[in-house]
């Protein structure tokens, strides 16, 4: 029995460093863990949304740093679903993507919006 407890803990410690190294540039998708008193930007949406792609694709060419986060994932959709309560947002219907500035989050914002903010955050570099 402790073979196996041992054999399945090296397993998951696998998948997670594998998850880890995986994600590319400012994408991820897993556990929502954003760092405390860290300046940043995470995106909600799905891969096949149009509006989530092109605020993507926009962060990327502006050199944005930024973490993706699948609203397929279960884990991430509930408690993002606490988040928009908590900032008054509705999460009856909303259009994707929410995008959340060191704290702030917006549903659907314009780029330009986000890049404001953004740029603010860190003293307009």
Known sequence: ???LLVFV???????????????KGGAASGS????????????YGRKDCGYTRQMLEDLEQ?????????LDDKSISG???????????????YLLPVVEVD???SIRPEFSQVSTLYRAAHGGS
Do not use: C, W
């Not at 803990?9 to 994600?23: P, R």
């Not at 502006?62 to 699948?70: L, P, W």
């Open 79 to 93: 408690p993002m679903h606490a988040r928009m309560l908590q900032n008054g947002l509705d999460t009856s219907y």
């Open 32 to 43: 929502m863990v954003i760092e405390e008193n860290a300046s940043y930007v995470a995106v």
């Open 103 to 105: 704290g702030e989050m």
């Open 1 to 3: 029995m402790a073979k």
């Open 9 to 23: 803990l090296l397993i998951y410690g696998a998948v997670l460093f594998f998850d880890k190294n995986s994600s």
């Open 62 to 70: 502006s050199g944005i740093e930024h973490r993706f986060f699948s």
